[in-house]
């Protein structure tokens, strides 16, 4: 049987996805601060029977450009930016299936109140709450936490480790699976013999408590991650659940797939206990012509120097003043090779400037762009699905709602016709939905279960 | 004009107000962790015109009874207990006019991403939350956090201070009013000039930020406080909007309130600056008889361990293995003593032994009961309305939601037909229904008004 492709929504709790899509005339993401955009759009992705929507989060701004925040503040890039976990409750009010999946960076929330708020979010979503685990990049977020100076990037991913063992000790075993009674005739709540403090002293935290929260249906939420580097993809091999890859090519993105999945296995999982999006930026219309033509309306509204500055961010690289029909190639910065590596692979003869890449992010961030009617877009996706062993695709979108309605409206509809894609929702929690019935909680070759009583 | 009465309820996210009565056949107080028993008791509460639903928290267990949290397990003593901030968007979506007051301790949360939480909690409510500023007095709640000690009492306030102070900058000083054009055109989203990077150097908080939201309706929201001490009512005269007291008698309430208004002269705001709730507890019949009788059958429902476990707590006496019979005033403990002589006002011929103060502290915890037909009830309020230059009254309940909606159908209506209470919502913000059409914002007079550009 073909593998069904797994769709996800990418999005933020900010003024649109790229740097100047704000100012399409049919965009509505001046709405990203009030409950209704988020409901709309939640009961929108249930219709079309996506596994989840992925909220991205930033602390912290983009100053890199020109040495300030100027161009971040006047192009809207990335900020201001609200805090994502509150729009999850409002979401799971208007929706039965959908799975919220919430980043939060860890550096930046003790784990004794992250604990809670996590296991609060699993109740009240009846177990539809995963979590994006970030480490956090921004030095100007360190700042606002009064660090002076962030951990360097292995470091943080050594923290993340270490707080990741203090949250399976809460999670998984503070409370055992049958320490409530609830027995009103005998005034007996839980029995107090099955509910533990737990201990944790290391080299980055230091702490002893009970879980607050008695358990949630998942315990532990499910864990998206999405780090790129060697590192990172150990840590997402190690913990996540799900895996967000942003692969160029489909041959790229095979590597990278075959790579993570070669890790969980040397971390004693199996390479499918990881399900794995890779990025898509779909641009559709009735016909290949009108998806073209969106495109370069799209293309139009992009704003190059809101694109320099991400990418500014990104790189550290101060673009500002630069020429921007400069070819990239002759930045001497392997932050920048990195990027500019992962284009030459998409289109080798191609020397990229500045102002071509700024144009290239300004429509789908960091990501393939898929442009074509229904029919095309479906024969891209299975050509993805067949060349790169990925689960399925994390969506990002240009104008919003439209472009999560048409992929609703018009590219659902045609994988369901092809066998390609469910036609309702599984049953049960998150966790269940993507792993099997009955499959609340992490399995037992994930490292949160040593902490199992 | 007589003054009209101002309604606040309180609950919290866990398993029953007091001790014992999620025993009662009629209490829905398991579904603490569902969304509906939020939304529900949000449309009651607003059906019945209240200003705002107070949602207490803690952080950490009650582990002084037995010298552990046994007994707080076996007879859910404010355990589990979950994030109360996360009910607010559901409830949200289904009110319109009800403000939603949120404990959240300032000892364990960053202020950076507190900033951010609450100002997105008022960007989705419409300007409709409010803080209810806790620092925090458990041990085990420290301990969760890797602390070794609490900062002592009065420090924790000072610390407290500090981290207002850091809030107000941000929420009042990091965005002009005019900071955001929104200029599709021209591709402006905000004038970078009119958003300033915040710095902070102070004794407990160092810091360096922007503040990632925008301004919200209210920017900083509605503040409440409960301090009872010296140095928390001279917090509250400073800072807090809202103030809860928790008097057993009309003529100590009366003190505290002329106190906290004195206070608040003193810091250069009017005394009726203050919007005072005290504590009561409305058990209500269609008659009197019929009320008591449901407080004998509420007092049937007390946890007397789980109540002194409670009270253990409180006073950081370990009161397991005494003769519940013992007279109180035996301990010799400031601790105690100070909640003595509250009760000893409320009778002061009485001996309260143990389990007296056990059974009462089961039905409302520290507050008077008022007990009656809604004509007897809303005599004792408009007795303590007269009596006390309160502003109205924070309604604890036992039996959720039967007395909140016993309060809605048969208090309210009772209240009005003598004009002792409002027949509509005024429009706007919390903050505008609280003090006055337009006035979203901080007075002036407020300490927070100096951070101001």
């Not at 606002?144 to 480790?161: C, V």
């Not at 002759?330 to 400037?353: H, K």
Request: net charge negative.
């Amino acid at each position: 049987m073909t593998r069904q492709i797994r769709l996800n929504a990418l999005d933020m709790m900010c003024m649109g996805a790229t740097p100047g899509i704000w100012r399409h005339p049919r965009d509505r993401s001046r709405g990203y601060n009030t409950l209704e955009y988020w409901t709309d759009l939640a009961r929108t992705l249930e219709r079309g029977l996506f596994d989840s929507i992925f909220i991205a989060d930033i602390y912290g701004v983009y100053d890199v450009f020109s040495g300030n925040a100027d161009s971040a503040f006047t192009h809207a890039v990335e900020f201001p930016v609200c805090d994502p976990m509150l729009t999850v409750p409002a979401m799971a009010m208007v929706t039965e299936h959908l799975g919220f999946g919430v980043t939060s960076t860890l550096t930046y929330e003790p784990v004794y109140s992250f604990a809670r708020r996590a296991a609060t979010l699993d109740h009240l979503t009846n177990g539809r709450f995963a979590w994006n685990i970030v480490t956090g990049y921004l030095e100007s977020a360190a700042r606002g936490f009064g660090l002076t100076e962030q951990l360097s990037h292995d470091q943080r991913y050594d923290f993340g480790d270490e707080y990741l063992q203090v949250l399976y000790k809460l999670w998984e075993g503070s409370w055992e699976d049958d320490a409530i009674i609830n027995d009103k005739q005998a005034g007996v709540f839980a029995d107090a013999g099955k509910i533990h403090r737990i201990e944790h002293h290391g080299k980055y935290l230091d702490m002893e408590g009970y879980q607050l929260c008695e358990p949630s249906p998942q315990r532990t939420p499910v864990l998206f991650q999405a780090g790129a580097s060697g590192r990172g993809r150990q840590f997402a091999a190690t913990h996540a659940e799900c895996v967000f890859t942003a692969g160029l090519t489909p041959a790229a993105t095979a590597r990278t797939v075959q790579d993570l999945r070669a890790r969980a296995v040397e971390q004693g999982r199996a390479g499918h206990d990881l399900i794995i999006y890779n990025a898509l930026a779909l641009v559709c219309g009735e016909t290949d012509a009108e998806a073209q033509a969106k495109l370069e309306d799209y293309r139009e509204h992009v704003d190059i120097e809101g694109s320099l500055t991400l990418f500014a961010g990104y790189t550290g690289i101060d673009f500002a003043g630069l020429d921007l029909d400069h070819p990239l190639r002759y930045f001497e910065s392997n932050a920048i090779r990195s990027f500019v590596e992962g284009f030459t692979v998409a289109d080798p003869d191609r020397e990229w400037t500045l102002r071509e890449i700024a144009k290239f992010l300004g429509v789908g961030g960091f990501a393939p762009i898929a442009v074509g009617s229904p029919a095309t877009l479906a024969d891209i996706m299975a050509h993805w699905m067949a060349e790169t062993d990925i689960d399925g695709f994390n969506l990002l979108y240009s104008v919003t709602p439209d472009d999560f309605e048409d992929v609703v409206n018009l590219v659902v509809p045609e994988l369901q016709r092809r066998g390609l894609y469910r036609h309702e929702y599984a049953p049960g929690t998150l966790r269940a939905k993507l792993t099997g019935a009955g499959r609340n909680h992490l399995p037992a070759s994930h490292p949160a279960a040593c902490y199992r009583r």
